[in-house]
């Protein structure tokens, strides 16, 4: 399997290359050349398969020619024997014909886990067969950055280095990331918001010389190997519940796009979705764009789900590119306006495409915080602010197909909203009850980049 750029003009490469490299050097995504395409009898026989089978079996075919089925099995075996859930991604029922997918059973409690933990096996594969060791350095306003370090700790051909805005992340996120002991992991308090972490990165990115003396390496979400880990959970959730002899919904609480657009690779593979609905914070770019045709960057507003909050979504540039019949030019295009002028029109014919296949809805602080209420009262559950976006943007498009909400974190990751809207303040899991005693170790940095440069210089273990 080829992967090719949405910008059409960097040089196609292998899975492991994508994989290693993240973004195109064209400023585009990597996007598969083709999608396999599965039979009605291929996705029937993943009926009572584990998850890792299942995991096995949608993956091997992207990424067959960099990972033997030994590599790949074991793998997969390693990422996900430390969920806190047989089932890996369990089902549960909200109301007639609405069910919750349950994502938050991974070491951090946000469905990042699925993509991270085994992205940090692969990784660690690939470049033990190469001899190369890599600097991982990522931004994160809270989910990723724990859930890199938690992939990524104690692996021996990696650093990993997460910048977090000082004092504007959750205490639970803070200390994911300040208590692994390993000496690989560097969790790093910039004086500054999350622009300001995205714009150090960036910039690291830029510095050629200083990227090629660390082999700087990025985990984003922009990175294929993550999109297609998380393609798997619509296939487990969508024969567990009758695919493939009926039809299945899905609606994604959405911010960079990432997780929705692998629901769009299992559609292509195959799998029968009638809905794939975006449901976004009241930073609605996506909706937006859905209803009227215009993406347009509108500042961020910070939210009670503040892993949703975004300005731009980067992973849409690959819907782009589908719905623009992979027109690299056409893409680049619309990303060059965006970049000069803060936004663009998407074409009338691509922006059908974007409308068969995607529909969207956005909720009000107001509506999320009544929702993680009501919610409580009507099924039982307690809901994390994002996935309580999207149950309430998937009660709006329920009808005779069964919907399913994806939760994409575990409510005790955001303690303070949900007490605010039920007065009960969500435990953490009983195998995390001590990350409140473990000691931290952080460095606090400067919003400075050759300061910043300079310590991971020293840091890393060569
Ligand atoms: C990252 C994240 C999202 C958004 O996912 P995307 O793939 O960026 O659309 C939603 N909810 C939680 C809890 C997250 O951590």
């Given at each position: 399997m080829r992967y090719i750029s949405t910008r059409g003009q960097a040089p196609e490469l292998t899975f492991g290359e994508a994989m290693l490299t993240g973004l195109a050097r064209d400023g585009g995504l990597y996007v598969p050349a083709q999608i396999p395409q599965w039979s009605h009898d291929d996705i029937k026989a993943l009926a009572g398969l584990s998850y890792e089978d299942v995991a096995y079996r949608v993956m091997q075919p992207f990424c067959g020619e960099t990972f033997s089925d030994a590599e790949l099995k074991e793998a997969i075996a390693k990422a996900y024997a430390g969920f806190g859930h047989a089932a890996r991604a369990p089902i549960k029922q909200?109301?007639?014909n609405h069910f919750l997918l349950e994502l938050f059973h991974g070491p951090t409690l946000a469905f990042k886990d699925f993509a991270m933990q085994i992205i940090g096996q692969l990784f660690q594969i690939a470049l033990a067969k190469e001899g190369r060791k890599i600097t991982i350095v990522g931004a994160t306003s809270g989910d990723t950055g724990s859930a890199a370090i938690e992939a990524f700790r104690g692996l021996d051909n990696v650093d990993v280095f997460i910048l977090f805005p000082h004092g504007r992340v959750s205490d639970v996120q803070r200390r994911q990331m300040t208590t692994p002991i390993e000496d690989n992991v560097h969790a790093l308090a910039l004086d500054g918001d999350f622009d300001d972490c995205q714009g150090k990165l960036k910039d690291m990115f830029n510095h050629f010389e200083f990227r090629d003396a660390v082999g700087l390496a990025g985990v984003n979400s922009i990175n294929w190997a993550r999109v297609l880990a998380q393609v798997v959970y619509y296939f487990t959730a969508a024969v567990t519940l009758g695919a493939p002899d009926r039809k299945i919904s899905f609606t994604v609480p959405t911010g960079n796009f990432g997780d929705i657009f692998a629901g769009y690779i299992a559609k292509s593979m195959g799998l029968p979705i009638d809905q794939l609905v975006i449901a976004t914070n009241q930073n609605d770019i996506l909706h937006r764009c859905l209803t009227t045709g215009r993406y347009e960057m509108d500042g961020v507003k910070a939210s009670i789900s503040p892993s949703m909050d975004i300005q731009i979504s980067s992973n849409f540039e690959r819907a782009l590119f589908m719905a623009y019949g992979q027109d690299g030019a056409a893409v680049t295009q619309l990303m060059d306006e965006l970049k000069t002028t803060?936004?663009?029109?998407?074409?009338?014919?691509?922006?059908?495409?974007?409308?068969?296949?995607?529909?969207?809805?956005?909720?009000s602080e107001d509506q999320t915080s009544a929702q993680i209420k009501d919610e409580l009262v009507r099924s039982g559950e307690l809901l994390c602010p994002h996935s309580a976006i999207g149950v309430h943007v998937a009660d709006q498009h329920l009808g005779a197909v069964p919907m399913v909400t994806l939760a994409t974190a575990h409510p005790a990751k955001f303690p303070d909203a949900v007490e605010a809207a039920t007065g009960i303040r969500p435990a953490l899991p009983e195998r995390m009850g001590d990350l409140f005693d473990r000691p931290e170790r952080v460095t606090r940095v400067p919003n400075d980049l050759s300061a910043l440069e300079a310590l991971i210089q020293e840091r890393r273990r060569v």
């Amino acid at each position: 399997m080829r992967y090719i750029s949405t910008r059409g003009q960097a040089p196609e490469l292998t899975f492991g290359e994508a994989m290693l490299t993240g973004l195109a050097r064209d400023g585009g995504l990597y996007v598969p050349a083709q999608i396999p395409q599965w039979s009605h009898d291929d996705i029937k026989a993943l009926a009572g398969l584990s998850y890792e089978d299942v995991a096995y079996r949608v993956m091997q075919p992207f990424c067959g020619e960099t990972f033997s089925d030994a590599e790949l099995k074991e793998a997969i075996a390693k990422a996900y024997a430390g969920f806190g859930h047989a089932a890996r991604a369990p089902i549960k029922q909200l109301a007639p014909n609405h069910f919750l997918l349950e994502l938050f059973h991974g070491p951090t409690l946000a469905f990042k886990d699925f993509a991270m933990q085994i992205i940090g096996q692969l990784f660690q594969i690939a470049l033990a067969k190469e001899g190369r060791k890599i600097t991982i350095v990522g931004a994160t306003s809270g989910d990723t950055g724990s859930a890199a370090i938690e992939a990524f700790r104690g692996l021996d051909n990696v650093d990993v280095f997460i910048l977090f805005p000082h004092g504007r992340v959750s205490d639970v996120q803070r200390r994911q990331m300040t208590t692994p002991i390993e000496d690989n992991v560097h969790a790093l308090a910039l004086d500054g918001d999350f622009d300001d972490c995205q714009g150090k990165l960036k910039d690291m990115f830029n510095h050629f010389e200083f990227r090629d003396a660390v082999g700087l390496a990025g985990v984003n979400s922009i990175n294929w190997a993550r999109v297609l880990a998380q393609v798997v959970y619509y296939f487990t959730a969508a024969v567990t519940l009758g695919a493939p002899d009926r039809k299945i919904s899905f609606t994604v609480p959405t911010g960079n796009f990432g997780d929705i657009f692998a629901g769009y690779i299992a559609k292509s593979m195959g799998l029968p979705i009638d809905q794939l609905v975006i449901a976004t914070n009241q930073n609605d770019i996506l909706h937006r764009c859905l209803t009227t045709g215009r993406y347009e960057m509108d500042g961020v507003k910070a939210s009670i789900s503040p892993s949703m909050d975004i300005q731009i979504s980067s992973n849409f540039e690959r819907a782009l590119f589908m719905a623009y019949g992979q027109d690299g030019a056409a893409v680049t295009q619309l990303m060059d306006e965006l970049k000069t002028t803060g936004g663009f029109t998407v074409s009338q014919g691509a922006l059908e495409a974007l409308r068969e296949i995607y529909a969207s809805g956005r909720v009000s602080e107001d509506q999320t915080s009544a929702q993680i209420k009501d919610e409580l009262v009507r099924s039982g559950e307690l809901l994390c602010p994002h996935s309580a976006i999207g149950v309430h943007v998937a009660d709006q498009h329920l009808g005779a197909v069964p919907m399913v909400t994806l939760a994409t974190a575990h409510p005790a990751k955001f303690p303070d909203a949900v007490e605010a809207a039920t007065g009960i303040r969500p435990a953490l899991p009983e195998r995390m009850g001590d990350l409140f005693d473990r000691p931290e170790r952080v460095t606090r940095v400067p919003n400075d980049l050759s300061a910043l440069e300079a310590l991971i210089q020293e840091r890393r273990r060569v």
